[in-house]
């Protein structure tokens, strides 16, 4: 089934097929999207808004030259096609300017992708109204996002990828009058009033932790369990060239030591790039088809993301990954801890809800730093204490994930990235909760 984003961008593309000359080729991305944005604080709509966009990236090349322009559309074909013509005739005289590319390299092969995952999205009353049941007497302040994101993509060689997917994403905080906060998300395609309302009301369940005084811990190796978010922060942080194939041949990964068979995690770490039905588009935006990856299994590192360009600079095969090589859909398989058995296999030590501010204190030794945020309690004989004044950690992940590493739960969590610079991010993570021996608190 054609979709009306799709006839545009292939209006487009037959108008700059029409323009190309012999000797000419080009690449044409394409990204769309029409998202339902609303505010709310104390649980009550504050701004509300919808905002519609589309662009596409035209990339022209020729004698092993090349050139890029985006062009921002309209909803007037005819002027979009005059916009994009436009955009090809300077590129077509910046291209003599510019020196040859020695790492140029075009997939020249006609693949052909095409996904629609179209589930419906919750009515925008029913999900206010819930939470006007749920968490209507809170100060609940937060940010609701849905809509369809559309991403497609040509070549002069034939190549031609379609990709549109529904999706949703709620973030959002519960502040206590003390000014202590739970922050909780849920998100995905699929919408399930029963888990939003479980998420709400796990929430609210913190929430009340929170009234009881902040309990101060020395620096020291504390037991811990690092709820799914703040698994994310640090999946996040793997994700800046801890995989890719350009910064493990320069020796700039995180991740260089166990690529490089001199360290291993746990053999409860499996890591994928898992494409496959996910909210990101089933190829490149340098125009290959992607692929589900398995980058470390059983903590031993196998398939690194390798793009167009590091492919022809380091003599590598190419797997579909973005000029910047990072995850697109990381996925942490399961372990076997049921989430309901948290706090009783934790015993005693810190539950960690949330991280932020993390950064590389040794990036050869692919050590973290961080600090706790919201939620973050002291818990003995399985029974929350009361909340825990935030600390710095720092610890490596080959503790964290390695040495320390006791166990992962059998529940994941699919987290979406919730940026919107520029449009509303396609990245995703889907993650098990960590149990671990010992973290390492600083001060």
Not at 209 to 238: H, N
Not at 247 to 264: K, P
Not at 359 to 373: E, F, H, I, K
């Amino acid at each position: 089934m054609t979709t009306r984003y799709q006839q545009r961008f292939q209006d487009l593309l037959d108008a700059l097929r029409s323009a190309i000359e012999p000797g000419e080729h080009f690449t044409l991305g394409y990204s769309a999207e029409q998202s339902q944005f609303v505010r709310l604080n104390h649980a009550k709509v504050r701004q509300a808004g919808l905002v519609s966009q589309a662009s596409v990236h035209l990339r022209l090349v020729r004698d092993g030259r090349q050139a890029q322009q985006q062009v921002t559309l309209g909803d007037d074909t005819a002027l979009d096609s005059q916009r994009l013509r436009d955009a090809l005739a300077q590129l077509r005289q910046t291209l003599p300017l510019l020196p040859a590319d020695p790492y140029l390299s075009l997939d020249e092969r006609a693949w052909h992708s095409h996904s629609l995952l179209e589930q419906p999205l919750p009515e925008l009353g029913e999900v206010l109204a819930r939470v006007e049941r749920e968490a209507g007497d809170l100060d609940l302040v937060g940010i609701y996002a849905a809509g369809p994101i559309c991403h497609g993509f040509a070549s002069s060689f034939g190549a031609f990828g379609w990709h549109q997917a529904n999706s949703f994403n709620f973030d959002w905080s519960l502040f206590h009058a003390n000014g202590q906060a739970v922050k909780a998300n849920y998100a995905g395609q699929a919408w399930s009033a029963e888990q939003f309302v479980a998420r709400l009301r796990q929430a609210r369940e913190q929430l009340a932790f929170l009234g009881r005084p902040a309990i101060t811990l020395k620096p020291g190796s504390y037991r811990a369990y690092l709820a799914p978010a703040a698994m994310d922060e640090i999946a996040g942080m793997l994700c800046w060239g801890g995989f890719s194939a350009q910064a493990l041949a320069t020796g700039n990964s995180a991740l260089q030591r166990l690529y490089n068979g001199d360290a291993c995690l746990s053999p409860l770490v499996s890591f994928d790039e898992h494409v496959s039905g996910s909210l990101s588009p089933p190829f490149s935006d340098e125009g290959s088809p992607r692929q589900d990856l398995r980058l470390i299994n059983e903590g031993r590192a196998l398939e690194r993301l390798v793009s167009a360009r590091s492919a022809a600079e380091f003599e590598l095969q190419a797997n579909g990954a973005d000029g910047y090589e990072s995850p697109c859909a990381l996925s942490l398989a399961p372990g076997h801890l049921a989430s309901a058995q948290v706090l009783e296999r934790l015993g005693t030590g810190l539950y960690i809800s949330n991280l932020w501010y993390l950064n590389y204190s040794d990036l050869p030794a692919a050590r973290m730093t961080g600090l706790s945020r919201f939620a973050t309690f002291w818990v003995e004989d399985g029974q929350i204490q009361g909340p825990v004044s935030t600390m710095r950690f720092d610890d490596s992940l080959y503790s964290l994930l390695g040495s320390q590493l006791e166990d992962l739960t059998c529940e994941r969590e699919l987290i979406l990235s919730t940026s919107t610079y520029g449009q509303r991010s396609t990245g995703s993570s889907h993650l098990p909760g960590a149990l671990v021996k010992a973290l390492t608190l600083t001060l």
